[in-house]
C-alpha cells in the first residue's frame, strides 16, 4: 500500500482528487493540506511515500516545499501537479529535483501511473511539457534584471525598486530598458508577459 499526501488549495479539487486516488486498491492518502507550509510538519507526521504537490499554494509555492522536503524526509517522493504548462516552471521543478512533474489536465489513469513510477525510484515527466521545455528559450536576462522586473510585476514604480535595491533611478530605468531588448517586448507590461509565461519571474 501506497500512502499519499496532497497538497491542493482549491477544496473541491483537493476532494475529487482524494476521491480520485482512492478509488486505486494500492493508495492510501494519509494526509492532505490547502497550503505550502503545512507540507513537511504533514509528511514528518504522517511519513508518506508520495506527495502530490500543486505548484501553486498560499503560504509556501509548491516547489519550494517540494524543495524543503526531499531535505527533511529524502524517502518521500514529490510529484508536482500544474495546471500552467510553462517551460521555465518545469526547469525550477528540475533544479528543486522533484520526482515527477504533471499537468492537472492528464488523464486520471496518468496521475495513478506517475505516482507508482515516482514512488518506484523513477521520474515523471509530462511529455509535452517536457518537449516545449527542450524547445525554449534560456532565459536571456540576468539575476539582478529578473529582480528588477520581479518588483516590476508586483506594481512597484521605478523609484520604489531602486529604493528596495539600492540603485539610482536612473539605474533602474536602464534595466527596464534592458529587459524590453532583451525580450523584444512592446514595453514593460509586454516583457513582464513574456517573462511570468516563461516562468523566469516565479
Known sequence: MLSLLLAEDVHMVRGALIALLELEPDFQVVASVDR??????????TNPDVAIIDIDLPGTDG????AELRERLP?????ILTSLGRPG?????????VSGFLLKDSP???????VRAVANGQRVIDPD???SAW???????????TQVLRL?????DAGEIAEQLFLTEGTVRNYLTAIVDKLNARNRIDAIRIAEEAGWIP
Open 108 to 114: 486520471p489513469a496518468r496521475l495513478a501511473q506517475a
Open 89 to 97: 516552471t518545469l526547469r525550477r521543478a528540475m533544479a528543486a529535483r
Open 129 to 131: 511539457l517536457a518537449l
Open 135 to 145: 524547445e525554449a528559450l534560456d532565459n536571456p536576462i540576468s539575476p539582478r534584471e
Open 75 to 79: 524517502a518521500c517522493r514529490t510529484l
Open 36 to 45: 505550502g507550509d503545512l507540507i513537511v510538519p504533514s509528511a514528518l507526521e
Open 63 to 66: 516547489l519550494t516545499a517540494a
Open 152 to 156: 516590476a510585476a508586483r506594481g512597484a
